[in-house]
């Protein structure tokens, strides 16, 4: 049986056998003992998004009292969800995106704690995703931006809306309209202002 440890673009935690092309956390929220899941979905506003191998090191899953390996489809699905670059293992790719995030959203010099604080208040409505209105047309929305209409995600990819599926995104003819936005509106602002999330390879269509 596949552990309870995929994340969807909303931040729910599935268990799927498809793993993803990234890790993360967000603190401490298993039992090592049944290796299951807590009923908290987080213990620390510090969401990252990891490697899944770092300097040979793999740690095997859930076996620990130490951090709740979570896994990602691709970083947009990360983004998503409410989840930023670590600045350990993906140090190069969390410089960048701080300084996207400085640009876009009009600050100097961020730290991470501010960044997650953030992050925080716009991924949660009283424990619950929290859905943000479109700034702008879905065809001019950035390529790693993800939408959700009724009880579909949706990445956006060269002004289209492709259907996410826990192993990756397929076609959707019908167009969207009345699509939410599911990532946080100041990761928004760092991607359009150059910070290019990694897109799992059935985004390329």
């Not at 896994?71 to 350990?88: I, K, Q, S």
């Amino acid at each position: 049986m596949p552990l309870q440890n995929r994340v969807t673009p909303t931040g729910d935690i599935i268990a799927t056998p498809h793993r993803g092309l990234f890790t993360g956390n967000r603190g401490i929220i298993h039992d090592p003992a049944t290796k299951t899941l807590l009923k908290k979905r987080w213990s620390s506003q510090a969401w990252i998004t990891c490697l899944c191998e770092f300097r040979g090191w793999r740690r095997p899953v859930m076996a620990r009292r130490s951090w709740t390996e979570l896994f990602f489809l691709d970083e947009a699905t990360a983004f998503a969800a409410g989840h930023r670059p670590c600045f350990f293992c993906r140090r190069d790719d969390a410089k960048r995106f701080r300084a996207a995030w400085e640009a876009g959203n009009g600050v100097r010099h961020v730290t991470a704690k501010a960044m997650d604080a953030q992050l925080h208040l716009e991924r949660l409505d009283h424990g619950s995703k929290r859905l943000h209105a479109l700034p702008m047309p879905l065809a001019e929305l950035p390529d790693g931006t993800m939408v959700q209409q009724e009880n579909g995600c949706f990445l956006v990819t060269q002004g289209k809306a492709l259907l996410w599926s826990p192993q990756g995104y397929v076609p959707h003819a019908r167009a969207l309209d009345r699509p939410m936005l599911l990532t946080p509106p100041s990761t928004l602002r760092a991607i359009i202002a150059g910070y290019q999330p990694v897109l799992h390879p059935t985004a390329r269509f």
